[in-house]
């Protein structure tokens, strides 16, 4: 049993100002305001020294990080996952962009193998794959030659049980709709992304269970104020959240202040998309097939085009509140509420409360992260003087 005192419990719902919180192995047992005077020597007590302490960050979609890249090592997912914990990231999608079917049952065997004894990081829900069934006039980083058209013939192992958690593509190729219907009856969320589709097409992808945008207006058709495209259908449909990679680079601040405040926080989902290079110096590191180019907070093919990031989801919360003048109470919900609530795990992530899963970050006045828990563990501490 781990207790941790002196905190303000902030979640997207309430503040509880001088609380503690008592966790039972995996799960949260209370929330206690004023709680009794418990031993200062208990070994299972930790001092929060009045920081905030709030739900474990939920990372939707990350490539890889730490010199590793999930594409062509799918067996390094446990490694990144040991060391997320320092940015508060307690559960996370490796994501798999284009790449031969191989290498996604590859991973699937890797995640169906179960954690190893020594992993103690952030939890896997399940992989989401981007690709391969995009289109190559928005191909990005992704490597033409293993894009496919649509067959179901191809996802035919694909399913939640299977650890495939969400697949991203391009809406207006051929088969895809069916491929929709087929995807959503296994489970998988379905998100639109690396696409030139428009505005009827993306609302026909949505009426068939389409509920997600991956890295909004990035390798997608621009919004035109005659054709909204995209981008237009997944901001106007109120079944839609959208993805926002908030590094300032992929995204001007100035429209991610209006986006937030177009789709509130509940609809708005902060993502890494971060590549081999997260954690690392400047250098080359692999994203799929390709050398990135790190330098200077970015990382690029060598033709100067985006190929992920190298940001780290605690600094992309920071990022959206300056950028969008926001509080961390409504921020949260970009990275807490909002995946759990898409991921279907509202009832046990993303909340601070009794019965919740023991998921959580402690967080200093100034947002860096001093202490992270997975699972009822203490994962990660830094030096501070509660330690």
């Given amino acids: ?13 309430r503040m509880l100002e001088n609380a503690q919180v008592v966790l039972d192995g995996a799960k949260i047992k209370s929330v206690e305001v004023e709680p009794e005077i418990v031993d200062k020597n208990d070994s299972t007590l930790l001092d929060g020294e009045g920081n905030y302490l709030v739900p474990g960050f939920i990372d939707m979609q990350i490539n890889g990080g730490f010199g590793w890249d999930f594409t062509e090592q799918p067996d390094t997912i ?55 069934f995009l289109n190559p006039e928005k191909r990005g980083a992704h490597d033409p030659r293993f894009m496919r058209s649509p067959n179901l013939k ?20 051929e088969g895809a709709q069916e491929m929709i219907s087929h995807l959503v009856e296994r489970g998988i969320i379905v998100s639109a992304g690396h696409t030139l589709a428009n505005f009827d097409e993306t609302q ?34 109120e079944n839609v959240i959208v993805g926002i990679i908030p590094d300032g680079i992929h995204i001007h601040p100035a429209l991610l202040e209006s986006i937030y405040h177009l789709v509130a926080p509940q609809r708005l989902n902060l993502v890494s998309d971060a ?45 959206l509140i300056d950028f969008a003048d926001c509080s961390l ?15 279907g795990l509202s009832h046990q992530k993303g909340q601070i409360a009794p019965g919740y899963d023991a998921d959580l970050v402690l967080l200093s006045h100034d947002l860096q992260v001093l202490a992270t828990v997975v699972n009822g563990r203490m994962v990660y501490q830094r030096d501070y003087e509660g330690n």
């Fill in 1 to 13: 049993m781990l207790r941790i005192k002196n905190v303000s419990v902030l979640t997207p719902q």
């Fill in 78 to 132: 446990w490694k990144v996952g040991n060391q997320l914990p320092k940015y508060g990231v307690t559960s996370f999608l490796p994501t798999m962009i284009t790449a031969p079917l191989e290498k996604y049952s590859q991973a699937q065997d890797i995640l169906q193998s179960g954690l190893p004894q020594d992993c103690t990081g952030s939890n896997v829900l399940g992989l989401h794959i981007e690709g391969p």
């Fill in 154 to 173: 191809d996802v035919d192992g694909w399913s939640m049980g299977n650890g495939v958690m969400m697949v991203t593509l391009a809406p207006e190729l």
């Fill in 204 to 237: 026909k992808a949505i009426a068939g269970g389409l509920r997600y945008g991956t890295h909004l207006f990035n390798a997608m058709r621009p919004l035109h104020h005659r054709e909204p495209g995209v981008a237009g259908a997944l901001l106007t449909n």
């Fill in 275 to 319: 590549m081999a290079g997260l954690g690392m110096s400047s250098g080359v590191y692999k994203l799929g097939p390709n050398s990135v180019h790190v330098s200077g907070g970015e990382a690029c093919l060598e033709d100067g085009s985006l190929a992920g990031s190298v940001l780290s989801l605690d600094q992309g919360l920071r990022n």
């Fill in 329 to 343: 109470q409504d921020a949260l919900h970009t990275v807490t509420t909002t995946p759990a609530r898409l991921l």
